[in-house]
């Protein structure tokens, strides 16, 4: 079982649409969350930081269930400019930060 | 600022044939991660150190695989001798603060 886990898509959605990527991680020691994207033939690049409470950017929201061991992401309004990867990451620390990358969802959004 | 930097960018290389891909971190960054991407696995961590020390080299896939980091600055992935099944995108990616910053990354064709 991979460490962490997500829903490949793709998704398909309009523009102006609200849609929802959601992630389970299995190693109850991982201490901090992030959401990454990738756009197709680049390198991934930070989108959010994901802390206990929740916390929004925007049109983008993210919440953690640490009993739960889920992640989210919601993105609001979605816009032509939001297609891309969007990769759930965990991290721990090992004497390093043992940073973890899920397969990532892919999300076309569509005029 | 200049930000990860890896070479080379492209390779394509014959199967048994020694592969060493270059990374050169962001000044001040103490923690560098090598990792690799391909469509059915997608983004996997190969190893990471942390002030230069390799730290877990768990995901390294066997020993044909190598990884050392001489310095602050400098950090190699070899693969001897290559296989087809090495072909793949290889991100080298720095950090100092948990976020990582990735490199453009290194496409291996292995023939």
């Known amino acids: 079982r991979k460490e962490v886990e997500q829903d490949p898509g793709p998704f398909n959605v309009p523009e102006g649409a609200t849609v929802a990527f959601n992630c389970t991680y299995s190693n109850s020691a991982s201490q901090s969350f992030f959401w990454y994207r990738q756009d197709c033939r680049k390198e991934p690049k930070l989108l959010m930081s994901?802390?206990?409470s929740g916390n929004e950017d925007g049109r983008f929201t993210a919440q953690l269930n640490r009993a739960s061991q889920y992640i989210s992401l919601l993105i609001r309004d979605s816009k032509l400019s939001d297609s891309a990867t969007y990769l759930c990451?965990?991290?721990?620390?090992?004497?390093?930060?043992?940073?973890?990358f899920g397969a990532g969802t892919r999300l076309f959004v569509k005029a | 600022d200049a930000g990860v930097i890896q070479s080379p960018r492209h390779e394509v290389t014959e199967m048994g044939q020694e592969v060493t891909l270059r990374c050169k971190p962001i000044?001040?960054?103490?923690?560098l991660f090598w990792y690799r991407q391909t469509m059915m696995r997608g983004l996997e961590l190969l190893i990471y150190f942390n002030n230069n020390v390799p730290i877990d080299d768990s995901g390294m896939p066997e020993d044909r695989f190598s990884a050392k980091m001489p310095n602050a600055s400098f950090s190699t992935l070899k693969i001897q001798p290559s296989e087809p099944r090495d072909s793949a995108v290889y991100f080298c990616?720095?950090?100092?603060?948990?976020?990582?910053?990735f490199g453009e990354g290194s496409r291996l064709t292995v023939l």
């Open positions: 000044s001040g960054h103490n923690s």
């Open positions: 994901v802390y206990s």
């Open positions: 990451v965990v991290s721990r620390n090992t004497g390093g930060f043992k940073t973890i």
């Open positions: 990616a720095s950090s100092s603060t948990g976020e990582l910053f």
